[in-house]
């Protein structure tokens, strides 16, 4: 019997209405999710986390492991391909281009603006700077993303959001063993294993997962092995606590950039610099973290723990980055739901404390390894945000919501050479957020919002390459308006949202030359709006005159994204289109579910993507990249009970098309070698056992 068979008899809970094949509908994604199988007071179960995110009057999605489970997973743009408002495109590797509503858009290297966090603990350091390549996405039972102010609930100050891949527990996994071996184009092999256990009040859960790619292009073989294991025991029915244990080592070779001729006609080279460079970034990393949760009765959930780690960031580019250094952080939370004036209330409390400490020493690359010192400093970060956040129901289904963070940041550098370039700089903000969600049917809502997001610059805006000193910049600060809709009916699930994001101060990243990484500045007034929208068709519903078997399925899978991101009254842009994000991305699959009355069945789901057009490549809008369409193909087919063999078939008509690029100034005048080529057509295939 499997652990969720065990977890559904110590806990019966009644199942929403929409059944499809042992799943339900997910009212907040329009894709099937499992079934409801129960969490813990820390770990909540899938069906339980998408319970609490449509409590949340704004965009939020719930993406469940099941989703991708027939998939090469490897990255952001493998789990994310139906998530409308998250942008992520390939460049290299588990390397992607990632952005939620345009936030870090113009980075062209590691990530910002965004919090990107494994069971609530952050990848991110204090100072925002996170290298996403440390996520495994196959140790997750499902991703919540919080879009925009939505993410208030991590503390998240950010346009963009947050992101928190959520483990199984020993209550929660799919079974006792799971071991899945994969295997492909480009040399690809990956090894993922789990184990979970339950034994009295203590669980167990265990993962690991070893993976080896050539690469499709040159200079591009990634190595990586990654484990996380939580353990979590039961004091009585109102008390849990539960430890985690992450590590990451991960090594990654750079391929770069290209022109636009290169990426089109040669698209398996790599740019000739990185090679003679041996250019890579390579990341070893440990995360501890403890959460305990105390049910304090009538509604009230509190909640609190902390974590610590180390990273190390080996990084040989036009340099090599030496970079190294301790990580902590305190957090908690409380919520209680209760009636206020005879009406239903909801009130959140919380706080996060964060610090990283970074030696950060650059030498001279002599083809990939340590030349001279060449430079030497400190950057030690701090963060303290407080939010609160109100839910009243005026009634029985309309709630006006209010909410109030404050975020403290200290910024601090030492430079080992030049101490009279050391200096300190501090961040300080309130920010509101106010909105209503109205329950208008049954599984179907609207809601509206308006939030203000904050962020100060990271260390690698504020300290830029060769610069070893501090960069005067000012903290990125938007209002964003939110509307949107969501639900479920018996043929048809949808989420759509519309937003506008007035932002001043973005900071603007763009390609100087080659070799010489993004600089930054602070643009002026730019805008930030677009429609998020996913729809979810039951065809077999509708009986197809009698061609489809009883009991199989049909479904038309649909994620549109319009994205308008543009200068308002820039002095030297005017009204331009800001560069690096593509106006239109759709992806749709057909997925027929063949019926499964002895719980063995089969799938199969021919997808695309459409991109009509790649938007702006620079901020002068004097170059364009092309647009393309890529056809794919995924399926599995169960072979015995815990058995499933599953392929996964990608840009079948081996179309060579532009995957992603960097930001530049004006493409008249600017190095315009800066794009990322997709790859080719691959074949992925893998075999997953569970027992």
Sequence with gaps: MSLSAQAEEEKSIELPEIVVEGRVENPLSGLASPSFVPGTLTVPGVGEAQEALSRMPGAVTLVPAEDYEDTYAHNFEDVMDFTPGVYARKRFGAEVRLSVRGSG???????????????????????????????DPLIAQHIEVYKGGNGLRFGSVTLGGAINFVTPTGYTAEAENLVRIEGGSYGTARLHSQTARVYGDTDIFAAMTGNYVEGFREQEQEQSFRFSGNIGHRFNEHAETRFYVISNTVDQELPGTLTLAQAENNPEMANPGNVALDQQRNVRSIRVANKTALDLGDGALLEFGGYAGYKRLYHP????????????????????????????????????????????????NVSGSRGALAASGTQTATNLKLYAENQFYVVDDVALVAGLQGITSHRKFENDFAPAQNDSTDFTSVSPKAGALWDFAENAQAYANVTRSYEPPTFSELVQATVFQFVPLDPQRAVTFEIGTRGTGKTVAWDVALYRAEVKGELINFTVSPSIPASTFNAGETIHQGIEASLTLDIGAYGLGGVLPEGSRLLLEQAYMYSDFAFDGDPVYGDNKLAGMPPHVYAAALRYKSPAPNGLGWDIAPKIEWVPDGGYVDYANNLEAPGYATLGLEGGVDLVEGVRLFVDARNLTDEHYISTYSNITDATVAATNVFYPGEGRSVFAGLKIAF
């Design 317 to 364: 580019i036009f340099r090599v980055l030496d970079y190294r250094g301790p990580l902590a952080g305190l957090f908690t939370r409380y919520t209680s739901e209760g009636t206020l004036g005879g009406h239903r209330n909801i009130l959140t409390l919380g706080g996060d404390f964060s610090w990283s400490e970074v030696d950060a020493k650059q030498y001279a």
């Design 105 to 135: 858009l113009s980075r062209s290297f590691h990530m910002r603006g965004l919090e990107i966090l494994q069971d609530g603990v952050p990848y991110n350091l204090a100072d925002g700077a996170a290298d996403f390549q440390e996520v």
